[in-house]
């Protein structure tokens, strides 16, 4: 049942990516897919030009996807917002916001907060 889930909530994440917009991805946009790897833990994000799906992933155990969310952002002046308007693993985040620093650097999306600091690649 909670594989059913996750896997109804990845569909409607994606139809989200496909419906709201563009891929186009210039340079100095975060417009596109990006990589984050932290130990065997790997997540993916995926950006349009308003919204967000991310999924992460662990090759390592057999959690192909233990999580996914997506919901809809601004980035302006080096200010990334992140609105969580679905998450399949805790349900408590849908809601919340997550505002972080974030600089660009060609391939390399950096974006530093409350005790955290993550340098995403561009796929």
Request: aromatic share 12%; hydrophobic share 35%; proline share 1%.
């Amino acid at each position: 049942m909670i594989l059913i889930r996750k896997l109804r909530a990845i569909v409607i994440l994606l139809s989200l990516v496909v419906i709201s917009g563009s891929f186009y991805t210039p340079q100095s946009s975060i417009v596109g897919a990006w990589h984050w790897k932290a130990g065997d833990d790997e997540t993916v994000l995926i950006c349009t030009n308003s919204h967000i799906v991310i999924t992460e992933f662990n090759q390592v155990n057999t959690q192909f996807v233990y999580c996914s969310g997506g919901g809809n952002y601004t980035y302006k002046d080096a200010r990334y917002t992140e609105n969580i308007e679905c998450y399949a693993k805790d349900s408590y985040k849908v809601g919340t916001s997550v505002t972080v620093d974030a600089t660009l650097n060609e391939n390399a999306w950096i974006n530093k907060g409350k005790g955290m600091e993550e340098e995403w690649r561009r796929e």
